[in-house]
């Protein structure tokens, strides 16, 4: 019986959620915190990313190193602000939508201008974004929020339990009862606290009896 193989890492992130949107959401670790652990501070940063995730290929990705300073400063300034705004759009369950912000990201949405492909054999259609020049980068991203959402009636996507963590994941399970983003991490560090606060209680317990 073959192992499963472990997931792929971005910078000590494993990309767990199931889908390049949601794992473009997952690009910071523990957001609650002053010091949140973003992994996308430069646009070299995202177009390594990018090339991890499968939305851009290693000639692609070598032609977007060759990005002026500002331009680079610029767009890593407007996609880590997408990804952001992308986030309210998968709050907890008992919060509501943001509304700004899917306005936002429609309209984002609906300045992509991709090309359509129809397979002269199968009479399939194919739509994919160019990439001319750097700003295409992120319209790849926007892309695959795009594809994320026209999905999301039948994904079940949910937020991890862990304490002081909030990424995102599919639940593929049967029973869609996964809790979890890593259970090698929140699933683990959970068991060590339900440990922990058994064996305080049964001191105290102890103490009082």
Not at 110 to 123: E, H, M, T, Y
Not at 129 to 153: M, T
């Amino acid at each position: 019986m073959a192992r499963p193989q472990a997931p792929r890492e971005f910078d000590g992130l494993a990309q767990i959620a199931g889908h390049s949107a949601l794992d473009f959401l997952n690009t910071v670790k523990y957001r609650g915190r002053a010091q949140p652990g973003d992994r996308l501070n430069s646009f070299a940063d995202i177009v390594r990313w990018a090339h991890l995730a499968g939305l851009i290929t290693s000639p692609e990705g070598a032609r977007l190193e060759r990005v002026s300073p500002d331009t680079a400063a610029r767009l890593c300034g407007e996609i880590v602000a997408l990804r952001e705004q992308a986030r309210r759009l998968f709050p907890r369950a008992d919060a509501r939508n943001d509304v700004r912000a899917a306005a936002d990201v429609a309209r984002e949405i609906s300045a992509l201008r991709p090309v359509a492909r129809i397979d002269p054999k199968s009479g399939a259609l194919s739509r994919h974004i160019p990439l001319n020049g750097p700003e295409d980068l992120k319209a790849r991203i926007v892309g695959a929020l795009a594809e994320l959402l026209e999905q999301r009636p039948g994904l079940a996507i949910k937020s991890c339990e862990g304490h002081d963590c909030d990424w995102l994941f599919i639940d593929h399970s049967k029973a869609k009862r996964r809790r979890w983003c890593d259970t090698r991490i929140c699933g683990n560090a959970a068991r060590v606290r339900r440990h922990r606060d058994a064996r305080t209680g049964a001191k105290q317990g102890l103490r009082h009896g």
